[in-house]
């Protein structure tokens, strides 16, 4: 058996596998937001209640907001602020009593999806996360790609390309920085730009692609504005990556829309008089995440 640990800043998922990579059980918690000490032990306890039927102790991957710092071990570029600058890959290993394996979110969503997924068998893939941050993580020939500065895939804190007048300088981020993709592209940023638009405040993504789609003027034209712009921010990954699928996940990969008009929003501009990138939603769906954390224990991620 291997457990699955998806830490998300608003609720920790977590499944266990068996040898054959189907899913045995799943549980599911709140997220302790603002208390790293609570969190560890939300972590530790699905743990424990996976284990509670399994013999002996299993193998426990986690998907995790951010990246691991390789220079620091301290954990980096989370929206889960509370948890920047921790030493989660220590100190869960040290409340369970064993290694622990742990990657990016995004990464372990690609990798779900490009190993048994709805890109199996291509390469390269582009995972896409849609939700509360927005993020990326790239497969190439099943293996997830890694670099130096562990930040392979984060398109969401590029800024948005080809901003208009009226986008610039664009929303401030918690990074620092100033219009990046995640502040557009994010559901608080699609809600944001909603209410900016004439559209009630505080409405989710999934109200607002539910009032397009009953002809509501405001949300169709904010979802009109999302799609555009995610067309030109996949585009910048087309032209240098290359994809041979993008698949979209977390909340906002929901709204139907986007697998039809994404392709057109994209054409003008990649670097190319043909786009033959797919786009996709994930097969998996909500697991896709928390598998992969799973499948960080495969023998060819680990090398054992």
């Excluded at 509501?216 to 910048?236: D, H, K, N, S, T």
Aim: overall charge neutral; glycine content about 14%; aromatic content about 4%.
């Amino acid at each position: 058996m291997r457990i699955g640990i998806d830490l998300g800043g608003s609720k920790i998922a977590a499944v266990a596998l068996d040898a054959a990579g189907e899913v045995r059980q799943r549980l599911r918690r709140a997220t302790p937001r603002h208390d790293y000490a609570g969190t560890i032990a939300a972590v530790a306890g699905l743990v424990h209640d996976l284990e509670a039927g399994a013999p002996g102790r299993t193998r426990v991957g986690v998907a995790t907001p951010g990246a691991i710092d390789p220079g620091t071990g301290r954990l980096k570029n989370a929206n889960s602020t509370w948890l920047i600058g921790a030493a989660l890959h220590h100190d869960l290993a040290a409340r369970l009593a064993r290694p622990v394996r742990l990657a990016n979110d995004a990464d372990c969503f690609a990798l779900s999806e490009a190993r048994d997924g709805a890109a199996a068998g291509e390469s390269p893939v582009f995972g896409v996360i849609l939700g509360t941050g927005v993020g990326g993580g790239v497969v190439v020939n099943g293996q997830r790609l890694t670099g130096p500065n562990a930040i392979a895939g984060e398109w969401g804190h590029n800024p948005l390309p080809r901003m208009t007048a009226a986008e610039a300088p664009g929303p401030p981020c918690y990074c620092g920085r100033r219009g990046c993709i995640e502040t557009f592209l994010s559901g608080p940023g699609l809600s944001a730009d909603y209410a900016a638009g004439g559209g009630d405040a505080g409405v989710p993504a999934a109200a607002i692609a539910a009032r397009a789609d009953a002809g509501e003027a405001a949300a169709a034209a904010a979802l009109e504005r999302y799609v555009a712009r995610l067309g030109r921010a996949l585009a910048g990954v087309v032209n240098i990556l290359d994809p041979a699928v993008i698949v979209l996940g977390g909340g906002l990969s929901n709204i139907d829309r986007l697998y039809s008009d994404l392709p057109g929003a994209m054409a003008p501009h990649v670097f190319s008089a043909h786009v033959r990138t797919d786009i996709r939603p994930p097969q998996h769906g909500d697991d896709s995440g928390v598998r992969g954390a799973a499948r960080l224990w495969d023998a060819d991620e680990t090398g054992a």
